[in-house]
């Protein structure tokens, strides 16, 4: 049989495939801007005849999916996410959407190995003449929950870039149970980040650090985007990218001449990434585009594998960070706002790399919604924050009035590290807070 007469064998409308799933399944809607629209729609219109459905997806980026909108109760379907985006915390705030806690270079073995997924639904470019359906911009752990599932259901979009591989970056139509042509959704982008003054002067400390032939990896959120772009300004040449996200300011980098990956150990000349999401742009640049190969998250992310190149710098934000140098990035107190996701994986490879180095970015204070200003620098962080990464891994910490390493120092030393580096209207407040804890001694500076 040619792959078209086995397409056409598979091909079914969007409700007759969702008659596959039952009550209590595990279903997986695919990945960041990967996830099912038509699928979801469909398995929506049959929530009367269904209870306990659990559904698992990562960083929502179309809108509230149409199960979970139809079902505030929850009793047909739960929402799972491992890593939130915007519209997965204002639903973790109504109570609609549960947290699952990971490493993200771990994700592949936990499905492989930890986890049930019944049926597995996700977004595809067409098929090509082999008998492919590319992932598009999501490799990540997207092998290891088709290989993991009772049934495979690919939604065609033919908006999807075909964005190559690396590996494990399609699927082969023999592994592949039911096909759907989707109404071709535009592919959710990202909005440009919200940038700031204090931004700018953090990132303008950090390009200072970067020499020529680093390697760089940039994190999610506004930050690392204005550093990118500050790269793509600069004068420093041949640098290369292994990054979990590909971000615009990459390609910026790319299109400005800034990266050519000539001393790269690994991946030589490639751009290397787990998963994209940011404008059309930046989609149609990666569309069989040879400069860059997705590969999946347990390789992008893996310390082994970062640190072989050499000069790896690792850029990520953060929320808040206590006086002994634990960093919350995912949480405000409990509330979720967003993920471990690599950070940890970018900060331990960053610190095996031979001359390598992190960097955890945030601004000095935060304004919340009343006008008050806090420090993100605390005596201890709020009481319910996540440590997403801990005292023992982080190394440089950079805000607006400067940058710090923490490695090799004691308690006391990062207080006066950290405070050094706090609005100064804090910081007598934060030195009488280090004397209370005991992290203050007689030799400590006061810092003005
Ligand atoms: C991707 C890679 O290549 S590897 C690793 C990168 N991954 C990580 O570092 C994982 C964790 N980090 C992150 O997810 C992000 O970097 C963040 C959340 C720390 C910052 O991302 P940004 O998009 O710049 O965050 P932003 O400033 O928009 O804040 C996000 C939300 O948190 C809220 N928030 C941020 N700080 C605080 C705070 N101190 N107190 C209360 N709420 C806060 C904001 O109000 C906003 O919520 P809202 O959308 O309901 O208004
Ligand atoms: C899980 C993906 C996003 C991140 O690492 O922040």
């Known amino acids: ?36 629209v038509d699928l979801d729609a469909a398995l929506a219109r049959r929530k009367d005849e269904l209870r306990d459905v659990k559904i698992r997806a990562v960083t929502r980026a179309a809108g509230v999916p149409r199960a979970v909108q139809e079902d505030p109760g929850q009793e ?45 639904m996700l977004a595809v470019t067409p098929m090509d003449e082999h008998g492919y359906f590319n992932f598009g911009l999501n490799n990540a752990a997207t092998m290891a929950a088709i290989e993991k599932a009772k049934v495979v259901i690919v939604e065609v979009n033919r908006n999807m870039p075909r964005c190559l591989g690396g590996s494990q970056e399609s699927v082969h139509i023999s592994r592949v149970d039911y096909i759907v042509e ?42 690392p985007n204005v550093v990118g772009k500050l790269i793509a300004q600069s004068d420093l040449k041949e640098l290369g990218i292994h990054t979990e996200m590909m971000v615009d300011a990459m390609m910026e980098m790319y299109l400005a001449g800034k990266v050519t990956g000539r001393y790269k150990n690994i991946d030589k000349y490639k751009m290397v990434y787990t998963f994209a999401m940011g404008s059309r742009k930046l989609y149609d640049f990666l569309h069989n585009n040879p400069a860059a190969a997705s590969y999946p998250v347990d390789y992008t ?50 610190f095996l790399s031979r001359g390598g180095k992190s960097f955890i970015c945030i601004s000095s204070t935060f304004q919340d919604k009343n006008g008050q200003l ?33 490695k090799g120092k004691s308690t006391w030393e990062r207080a006066e590290a950290l405070i050094s580096i706090a609005h100064p209207r804090f910081r007598e407040q934060l030195i009488k807070e280090a004397e209370r804890l005991k992290i203050w001694t007689r030799t400590n500076k006061l810092v003005s």
């Open 1 to 36: 049989m040619s792959y078209q007469d086995e397409y056409k064998r598979k091909l079914v409308s969007a409700d007759e495939a969702v008659k596959v799933i039952k009550s209590g399944d595990w279903v997986d809607y695919g990945q960041f801007a990967g996830q099912v």
């Open 76 to 120: 047909h379907f739960i929402y799972n996410n491992w890593h939130f985006g915007g519209v997965d915390r204002k639903l973790h705030d109504q109570g609609l959407c549960y947290y699952i806690p990971i490493l993200f270079r771990e994700v592949p073995t936990y499905y492989r190995e930890h986890m049930d997924v019944d049926v597995c």
């Open 182 to 223: 989707s109404s071709n959704w535009s592919v959710p982008e990202l909005p440009p980040p919200k940038i700031c003054e204090c931004d700018e002067k953090i990132a303008g400390l950090i390009v200072e650090q970067i020499e020529d032939g680093s390697c760089i990896q940039l994190g999610i959120g506004g930050m």
């Open 301 to 350: 992310n893996s310390p082994q594998v970062i640190a072989q190149n050499d000069r790896v710098v690792s850029i990520n934000n953060a929320v808040e960070i206590d006086l002994y140098g634990q960093v919350c990035a995912e949480s405000a107190g409990s509330r979720q706002i967003s993920g471990t996701g690599g950070q940890v994986d970018y900060v331990e490879g960053a």
């Open 374 to 406: 806090h420090s993100r620098i605390v005596p201890t962080l709020s009481p319910g924050a996540i440590v997403t990464t801990s005292r023992s891994t982080v190394m440089y910490v950079v805000t607006e009035y400067g940058m710090v390493n923490l």
